[in-house]
């Protein structure tokens, strides 16, 4: 591999996309080249950069249309090639290939082959990065919410006129509910509740004196477990429990499980 050719490697090296080959012999040249050196750093910066970027998914295709539009685009030699790092074969020619910089051999094809090979990884690091901060986002924003979940259960329990009332279910299981008028909010608190059937979820409901109000979901119950339920209770007299659909039902689909009273003032 020429001198020349070998200054035309910094970004392939730079995302490691070199085969071993290439490789060993581009590290050796690193050694003797300052400017190559240089150029592998701030690429590499750019590429770390660029992987924790919080960037937009690319649009569909984009990656097809830079490969295929990058045959007609011919890469610049890298500052100075010409003069400082090659002394001055790369203006010249490979006098013994009878190859010009410009020409259509190898060394003319991997300028382009590494530039693609930027711009594709570029791609991948911009939706990698997107994806990972969607995900970071959601994590953090789940942790809030059922930290406040808990919170606001914590405060229920705890306050001083809540009261609970207490019922078995269908199936046996057990069920209590816990409601504090100054908070203005009820818990249900269930032991022994099986799964429920594939693709169905059980669904809580406030009673307004006999109109259901969905009261939140019971995600994936286990042997206890305790809910707080979505709303204020209002002027709700109680409770009731349904199997739904999975995602839940805008009015109940099924037999009540259960329907519980809230204890007396």
């Not at 919080?54 to 100075?80: C, H, W």
């Amino acid at each position: 591999m020429s001198n020349a050719e070998l200054h035309t490697l910094t970004g392939a090296y730079a995302l490691h996309a070199l085969p071993d080959t290439e490789r060993v012999d581009f590290e050796r040249h690193l050694g003797d080249c300052e400017a190559c050196a240089v150029e592998v750093r701030e690429l590499s910066e750019t590429a770390a950069r660029l992987g924790l970027a919080v960037a937009d998914t690319p649009p569909r295709g984009l990656r097809d249309r830079v490969l295929r539009e990058i045959t007609t685009v011919r890469q610049e030699s890298p500052s100075g090639v010409g003069r400082d790092r090659s002394g001055g074969a790369a203006d010249r020619g490979d006098s013994t290939t009878g190859r010009g910089a410009g020409g259509t051999g190898q060394g003319g094809r991997r300028p382009r082959y590494a530039f693609a090979v930027c711009l594709a990884a570029a791609v991948g690091f911009g939706g990698i990065a997107a994806w990972q901060h969607r995900a970071a986002q959601d994590a953090r924003q789940e942790a809030r919410v059922a930290q406040q979940q808990n919170e606001q259960l914590a405060q229920v329990l705890a306050a001083p006129d809540a009261k609970a009332s207490s019922g078995t279910m269908k199936g046996g299981a057990k069920g209590t509910v816990v409601v504090s008028q100054s908070e203005n909010r009820a818990v249900f608190m269930a032991s022994g509740m099986r799964q429920p059937p594939s693709g169905k979820v059980y669904q809580l409901w406030f009673d307004d004196r006999g109109t259901m109000r969905s009261a939140g979901l019971m995600n994936t119950p286990a042997a206890s477990d305790a809910v707080l339920l979505d709303g204020p209770v209002d002027g709700a007299s109680g409770i009731g429990i349904t199997v739904e659909p999975a995602g839940g039902s805008a009015q109940p689909t099924s037999a009540p499980l259960a329907l519980m009273n809230f204890p007396a003032a």
